[in-house]
Antibody, heavy 122, light 110 residues
């Protein structure tokens, strides 16, 4: 079964750090661009970051650039998101999401994990 | 304020056809494929349609997508009560080097 499963969410104080992980199974992980997408309470879906198949192309939304770092380990079929200097507005469910191809501009996002919740609050 | 513009709400009765619009620009919809997602809060979003009206396996052909210039549309025919959800369009933006979403459209089946 094709699957993505996130972990690492939790409650953290403003300014704190958190590392999210995503475990992939059932498909050739190293052939796909993978994304982090978040959904904050009462708001719409928001793309956070993406990394292409070999990690050579990495992109972030402007509001997290310099604070978040995406990485992947193809040998472990795993994706990561290191989040630093967290703010209240980063509170959301974070989803690990697979692109249909390795070219984001020609892809939909077809496999979504169940999500992990990040709450930034004092 | 989202880069892609969707109406905040839409509605229809069972069996009816509804269309949800998504307006963008030359750097996103005008240059790249559009994808559409169904999101029932509390669950993971689901890809419905992408590219030239491609649907993942398991998505019924009641859902269809179209694009013209810098605008796109999701059509849902034979509306069912279980179609009540939030719907989002998305595309890559060549100027922002980001994937952008529309603000979402809440669909009510009356």
């Amino acid at each position: 079964e094709v699957q993505l499963v996130e972990s690492g969410g939790g409650l953290v104080k403003p300014g704190g750090s958190l590392r999210l992980s995503c475990a992939a199974s059932g498909f050739t992980f190293s052939s796909h661009t993978i994304n982090w997408v978040r959904h904050a309470p009462g708001k719409g879906l928001e793309w956070v970051s993406s990394i292409n198949s070999d990690g050579g192309y990495i992109y972030y939304r402007e509001s997290v650039g310099g604070r978040f770092t995406i990485s992947r380990d193809n040998a472990k079929n795993s994706l990561y998101l290191e989040m630093n200097s967290l703010r209240a507005e980063d509170t959301a469910v974070y989803y690990c999401v697979r692109d249909t191809t390795n070219v984001a501009r020609r892809s939909g996002m077809d496999v979504w994990g169940p999500g992990t919740t990040v709450i930034v609050s004092s | 304020q989202s880069v892609l513009t969707q109406p905040p709400s839409a509605s229809g009765t069972p069996g009816q056809r509804v269309a949800i619009s998504c307006s963008g620009g030359s750097s996103n919809i005008g240059s790249n494929i559009v994808s559409w997602y169904q999101h029932i809060p509390g669950t993971a979003p689901k890809l419905l349609v992408y590219g030239e009206n491609q649907r993942p396996s398991g998505v019924p052909d009641r859902f269809s997508g179209s694009k013209s210039g810098t605008s796109a549309s999701l059509g849902i025919s034979g509306l069912q009560s279980e179609d009540e959800a939030d719907y989002y369009c998305a595309a890559w933006d060549d100027s922002l080097y980001s994937r952008v979403f529309g603000g979402g459209t809440k669909l009510a089946v009356l």
